[in-house]
């Protein structure tokens, strides 16, 4: 069935570093990849997304890339601040529906 | 424009007891998603519903487990008999048709089961 890898499941950088996620997908139909962020005990917010017919996506510290050919795509957050702190998750729709395959997500920690 | 409206946000049952979860979508979206959230753990889809129409249930167990979303009114998500396992928390999200990609979240029902 469909799949969503997501890497690494935890990310600890220093504030002002730069902090990379990476997802791969298997259903080659998927066309359409967002990425949510989640505070404790709070809704996914979705932060930026990308579609099958761009390969970068930004929107001031953040940014998206897409790999269509290896089935890859990569949420990139520059000057991290300490409010950067969450769970980030990607997802890509699946079985031709529309439901998302979420990632297993990436808890990232930006020390102070 | 309100987002997506969820009630209750906090849901306590005892094991056996049945759980009725609500999802109102933003206004102007007809296609609503639910998904369930264990502890520290990613969101699992469960069922994907347009008005008066369930479109794809392949996520959702096929017992005790039940969802509409009727012409008038919000969508309801139904836990029959509820057990420990089920406890989680449940989000909906809504679209406004389908070809439109993007789901916004509503804030999520936390569900216990004692």
């Known amino acids: 069935g469909e799949n969503v890898e997501q890497h690494p499941s935890t990310l600890s950088v220093q504030e002002g570093d730069s902090a990379v996620i990476k997802c791969t997908y298997s259903d080659s139909a998927s066309n359409y990849f967002p990425w949510y962020k989640q505070e404790l005990g709070k809704r996914p917010q979705l932060i930026i997304d990308i579609r099958s017919n761009v390969g970068e996506k930004k929107d001031q510290r953040i940014a998206v890339t897409l790999n269509k050919t290896a089935k890859h795509f990569s949420l990139h957050i520059t000057e991290t601040q300490p409010e950067d702190s969450a769970v980030y998750f990607c997802a890509a729709p699946g079985g031709g529906t529309y439901k998302y395959i979420f990632g297993t997500g990436t808890r990232l920690k930006v020390l102070a | 424009n309100a987002g997506v409206m969820q009630n209750p946000r906090h849901l306590v049952r005892r094991r056996g007891q049945e759980a009725r979860l609500r999802c109102s979508p933003m206004k102007g979206h007809s296609h609503v998603y639910w998904y369930r959230q264990l502890p520290e753990e990613g969101l699992k889809f469960m069922v994907y519903l347009q008005k008066e129409n369930i479109i794809d249930e392949s996520g959702m167990p096929k017992e005790r487990f039940s969802a509409e979303f009727p012409k008038e009114g919000p969508s309801i998500l139904r836990i029959q008999q509820v057990v420990r396992g089920d406890s989680a928390a449940y989000f909906c999200?809504?679209?406004?048709?389908?070809?439109?990609?993007?789901?916004?979240f509503g804030p999520g029902t936390r569900l216990t089961v004692l």
């Open positions: 999200a809504s679209s406004p048709r389908q070809g439109s990609d993007t789901q916004y």
